[in-house]
């Protein structure tokens, strides 16, 4: 499996991996790859699917035009989105790769095709440039979840001879196998398969960087107040519900803490993350977008409420670790909810922390892949259906949900020996069939479910 931890723990912005971070990544590329732009007079972007049908709630238009523009998700810098997009439309025209000016509009340069899929995923663009000549050029690409991007009929390169993983694995019984002839762990041997890309150095920074931008995140979030974009009207909640906590334990009718309030605050540390994404924040894909609050509030609650002895060598752990299990379900099933649902990212995104959990508190290989297992398992066939097409309702909630589930599913798994009677390599299989048979309309589409059950004064215009 030719992947890396910082494929699945990629830095970006909200609200979407898949239809914010992969079209402006996408867009980009496209641009890179032409070359030399002296002839080019003119571009269009054309979205396919699910990114047509709720683009808008998820920024695409705005991604395309920032991709366009050169920007990346990494370095864009979200407050002054707002102004680049502005100064684009009030001049009528876009500096593609921020050197060569070409007429632009959003209203004109950006279609929608709503009832249109393209072949080889829901999430389908399709860029054109209109070269002086008057002959175009254009590709296809597809978003597949989590920020990763293919062009059509992309067939990935085999990694070079001297670039090989150490451990390679495509199932988890194979690596599960690894482990039993390398008396390894799992994280010890994401650990060495890195060790062919980078030094244990860079590594380490890496892994310590994601780790600082899931703590401020989350700290943004605790802290930030109003309401989230997009016509919803929906309400921060996670800072007045922190200031809550923080006041009851203060109180002096609250000399202890209640049995479940570390569990409350890893709900809110997880919304907070989540509010921040529905806002266009500074977010860590792990593995997408949507997902995004799980992994980080398990992570604070290791940190602070597990009382580790060795704090940073168990959060980089516990996200090798769950980088293994993101890598497992993106090869053998998806991350991406336009594809198979819900299930494949914040089941996924549950299934990553609670196997990360485990290992960081010094628990089996076989307790690993019990704890993912479980995380899996239980959020089988969850369905895509953010209503009015952002990511907000039920998607904000669900990441609280989700954190509380990957701490339960830890614990259940760190309390047995390992054994149990579904496989992790066999649940993946059953998200990637569930997913298969899952009806369109409840795969990010905002065409069923909550989508169209819950009825709105803004629903229809979003």
Known sequence: MDMSVFDLFKIGIGPSSSHTVGPMVAARRFLVEYGALDDVIG????????????????????????????????????????????????????????????????????????????????????????????????KVYYSIGGGFIREAGEVPVPAAPG???????????????????????????????????????ELNEGLDRIWHVMRDCIAHGLETTGKLPGGLDVKRRAAKLWRQAQDAKASD?????????????????????????????????????????????VLRYYAEDCRPSDPVGGVRRFMLTAAAIGMLCKRNASISGAEV???????????????????????????????????????????????????QIPCIERNGMGAVKAITAASLALNGDGTHFVSLDEVIETMRQTGADMQDKYKE??????????????????
């Open 253 to 297: 009718n609250r000399a202890n803490d209640l049995p479940h309030d570390a569990v409350h605050l890893v709900s809110l540390y997880a919304m907070a993350v989540n509010e921040e994404n529905a806002a266009g924040g500074r977010v860590v894909t792990a593995p997408t977008n949507g997902a995004a609050g799980i992994i980080p509030a």
């Open 163 to 201: 670039a090989q993983p150490v451990f390679p694995f495509d199932t988890m019984e194979q690596l599960l196998a690894h482990g039993v002839a390398s008396g390894l762990s799992i994280p010890e041997m994401l650990r060495a398969n890195e060790g062919v890309r980078r030094s244990e150095t």
């Open 341 to 391: 649902g819900c299930q494949g990212e914040v089941g996924v995104a549950c299934a990553m922390a609670a196997a990360g959990l485990v290992a960081a508190l010094g628990g089996t290989n076989e307790q690993i892949e019990n704890a993912a297992e479980i995380g899996i398992e239980h959020h089988l066939g969850m369905t895509c259906d953010p209503i009015g097409g952002l990511v």
């Open 43 to 138: 571009v269009e972007a054309a979205l396919y699917g699910s990114l047509a049908l709720t683009g808008v709630g998820h920024a695409t238009d705005k991604a395309v035009i920032l991709g366009l523009m050169g920007e990346t998700p990494q370095d864009v810098a979200p407050d002054a989105v707002d102004a680049k997009l502005a100064a684009i439309e009030s001049a009528g025209s876009i500096h593609l790769l921020g050197i060569h000016p070409v007429p632009f509009t959003a209203a004109t340069c950006l279609l929608w095709h709503k009832s249109e899929s393209l072949p080889e995923h829901p999430n389908g663009m399709r860029f054109t440039l209109k070269l002086a000549d008057g002959t175009r050029v254009d």
């Open 445 to 462: 589409t905002s065409l069923g479910g909550l989508a169209v059950h819950v009825i709105t004064v803004n629903h229809a215009a979003c």
